[in-house]
């Protein structure tokens, strides 16, 4: 399997999967890639950051990825009805995750610090989102301050056109 980070012509970035770069290609050119923001099919693939293994005397430990009960699949296993629920479901995800980002302000790198002034009572509570490394996540669900990850990327305001 490869990860591709993939953007739409509106500029919404997303993550897909793929079985390998050329199932990647084949889908592309069957249009059965498409943004699950908006579902243009006119997408592309994003500039991606180089996987670099971690020195061997840092690394951590990885959480195991749960197998599925059917294996993995990529979208070209999947026939036409099965890609169309797919890109659906993706599609309503991407809007409800838009709701409910309307009201929350973006706090960019600033997430761990402005997440624990609220639990801790230094700062007003408000909905917030923004970026944070695994150790500051990590950090944070130590300390009981629920955060979640959004399962769409979102394109930070300074970012978009």
Known sequence: MIVFDLQCSHGHKFEAWFGSSQDYEDQKARRLVSCPVCNDPA????????????????????????????????VATMDAGEVAKLQEVMHKLAEVQAQLLENSAWVGDAFAD?????????APQESIHGTANVEEAQALVEEGIAVAPLPIPVVPPSERN
Do not use: I, L
Request: avoid cysteine; charged fraction near 25%.
């Open 43 to 74: 997408v592309d693939k994003a500039v991606m950051a180089p996987a670099v293994g971690a020195k061997g005397n840092r690394r951590g430990a990885r959480m195991p990825t749960p197998p599925s009960p059917q294996g993995p699949r990529s």
């Open 114 to 122: 402005k997440a624990r002034a609220m639990h801790y009572g230094d």
